[in-house]
């Protein structure tokens, strides 16, 4: 059992940055691979970005590639989502999700489906 939770949410001026964080419970929190999904107001929850276990396969959806970083500190169970040069189409609740790492992941890295576990979210409001 992984248990997730985000912070770093917030209120922040278009073109703006905020550091979104996802602490993880367990001791083997490097066989998880963890996604960040958002979900904005009377739309479905869409991928933004994911990382492996190890950190070394990185996955971004078009719409953040180039303002978005994701990274991990297996150190500390915590992956982070840098997100810099904020639009308002940005405003979302965003959530972490975990599932262990493995061969089938790379197929589907962008599917709610493939996670098992998630947070309760964080909101982050861009306003213009």
């Known amino acids: 059992q992984v248990q997730m939770v985000e912070s770093g949410g917030g209120l922040v001026q278009a073109g703006g940055s905020l550091r979104l964080s996802c602490a993880a419970s367990g001791r083997t929190f490097s066989r998880y691979a963890v996604g960040w999904f958002r979900q904005a107001p009377g739309k479905e929850r869409e991928f933004v970005a994911a990382?492996?276990?190890?950190?070394?396969?990185?996955f971004y959806a078009d719409s953040v590639k180039g303002r978005f970083t994701i990274s991990r500190d297996n150190a500390k169970n915590t992956v982070y989502l840098q997100t810099n040069s904020l639009k308002p189409e940005d405003t979302a609740v965003y959530y972490c999700?975990?599932?262990?790492?493995?061969?089938?992941?790379?197929?589907?890295?962008?599917?709610?489906?493939?996670?098992?576990?998630w947070g309760q979210g964080t909101q982050v409001t861009v306003s213009s």
């Open positions: 999700g975990a599932t262990p790492s493995g061969a089938s992941y790379y197929s589907n890295y962008y599917g709610l489906g493939s996670y098992d576990y």
């Open positions: 990382i492996s276990g190890s950190g070394g396969s990185i």
